[in-house]
């Protein structure tokens, strides 16, 4: 009876325990500054209450140790690559690795952090913090821990899988500085949310020799698929740095490895880091403008050539001037002959019609003698009177008409054309003058 109550207890803590597990999260030491600096930066982010509630962070300790095996890991180095951070992460059996770089801007310090998921080496966050003093990160650790707590629950499974390369680096080229914003490109291709970003240290030409291999279905070794193994991204981001004078040069492009097609491609110039900052904001925002693939573009156009061809099988009507609608109102006196030159059918036959009822009421008035009752009423004058209303409603009618069927702007040119003044009269009074103007 013991053991089945203490095999209750224990699969009741296994299963609490399973559901209340939290992720290990590892906060590499921060590269590019001094140690001291960056492995102090790194306690700060350990001891984030924010962090220690989503996370189960992994002690300095075992960090350190693992650091001290890894011998690519160099904290004078500028940006830890991808496989150092995949590297030290698996070795401490963590699900999420936060690591980054110290860089200087002006007279501050420039942070910038990245967000790796392990098991399958995708970068999901990043952030960009600046400080003059490292007592001011204290302040800022609640905000960069909200921004790696909310990049674990985002879902991109939909989104494109983009392969970051490394910047390929003309001559004269400052490696760390651009090193620094290829990190900032990536982080806002990650806001962007049009693609799930998967840092590499590989060549173009490796990742695409990669993706044809996996997509022959032949497994490639361990030394050839390394970073984001499994994943088969099917964008590459390439970089070229070179100086154009005074100015650095940003080329980048993304290509479709499936067709081998540069899908967009952008080119910009910096001076610094402060204005690159800015620069790679933009270019960000470009690169993900555009369709992520030549099949959408071929859709779009298929969709512009559809709406262009129904536009043109639609009857066009023209839209005369003024004049001309006033004169298609002034031939409509005659029975509606205005409406019927300008194709107007359903006008011309409700002028014509009006106009027949009128003469017929009118004649059928003529012919009755004017003591002619009807109930008692004296009916004469009555259908010859009905008949003036009915005719005077066909002039107006025919007026009218051709403005209506002309776009329901006819009637406003017609106004426009009038001119109406006070002007004085001969013998000091003044009237009214009422001009129109008509053009043919």
């Known amino acids: 009876m013991i053991y089945k109550k203490l095999a209750v207890v224990l699969l009741a803590a296994a299963f609490v325990n399973a559901v209340f597990a939290k992720d290990n999260l590892a906060v590499l030491p921060f590269t590019g500054g001094t140690a001291v600096e960056g492995e102090t930066i790194a306690e700060l982010f350990s001891f984030s209450n924010e962090l220690n509630t989503a996370f189960a962070p992994i002690p300095r300790t075992s960090i350190t140790r693992a650091i001290s095996s890894e011998q690519n890991f160099q904290t004078s180095a500028g940006m830890t690559d991808p496989d150092t951070i995949a590297a030290i992460g698996r070795q401490l059996g963590a699900k999420y690795v936060v690591a980054g770089n110290i860089g200087k801007l002006g007279n501050q310090n420039l942070l910038i952090i990245s967000i790796l998921k392990i098991d399958d080496l995708r970068q999901i966050a990043g952030d960009i913090q600046t400080y003059k003093d490292i007592e001011e990160i204290r302040d800022k650790l609640p905000g960069m821990a909200q921004t790696i707590i909310e990049a674990t629950e985002i879902d991109s499974a939909q989104l494109d899988k983009l392969a970051v390369t490394p910047v390929d680096l003309g001559e004269n080229i400052d490696a760390r500085l651009t090193d620094t914003l290829a990190q900032i490109l990536s982080i806002n291709l990650i806001k962007s949310k049009k693609y799930a970003v998967y840092p590499r240290t590989t060549t173009l030409e490796q990742v695409q020799t990669e993706y044809s291999t996996q997509a022959s279905g032949i497994t490639a070794d361990e030394s050839m698929v390394d970073i984001g193994r499994g994943e088969n991204p099917r964008f590459v981001l390439s970089v070229v740095a070179r100086q154009l004078g005074n100015l650095n040069m940003f080329n980048a492009s993304i290509i479709n490895l499936e067709s081998g097609v540069q899908i967009v491609g952008r080119s910009v110039n910096y001076q610094s880091l402060n204005d690159g900052i800015a620069v790679m904001e933009s270019l960000a925002q470009e690169l993900t403008a555009t369709p992520a693939d030549p099949s959408e573009i071929a859709r779009m156009l298929a969709e512009a050539e559809a709406a262009a061809a129904e536009a043109k099988n639609k009857p ?12 298609y109102g002034v031939l409509n006196l005659a029975l509606g002959l205005g409406s019927l030159i300008q194709g107007d059918v359903p006008g011309w036959l409700v002028t014509f019609l009006s106009y027949g009822a009128a003469a017929g009421l009118v004649a059928w008035d003529l012919s009755l003698d004017y003591e002619y ?3 008692g009423i004296e009916f004469a004058g009555i259908p010859g009177a009905v008949g003036f209303g009915i005719a005077g409603f066909a002039i107006l009618y025919g007026f009218i008409r051709p403005a209506v069927v002309n776009h329901n702007r006819g009637l ?11 002007v004085p009269r001969w013998d000091g009074r003044e009237t009214i003058r009422l001009a129109y103007s008509v053009k043919f």
């Open 373 to 375: 009752e009807l109930m």
């Open 412 to 422: 406003a040119k017609i106004m426009d054309s009038m001119d109406i003044a006070v």
């Open 316 to 327: 066009k009507r023209v839209k005369q001037s003024g004049g001309a609608v006033f004169g």
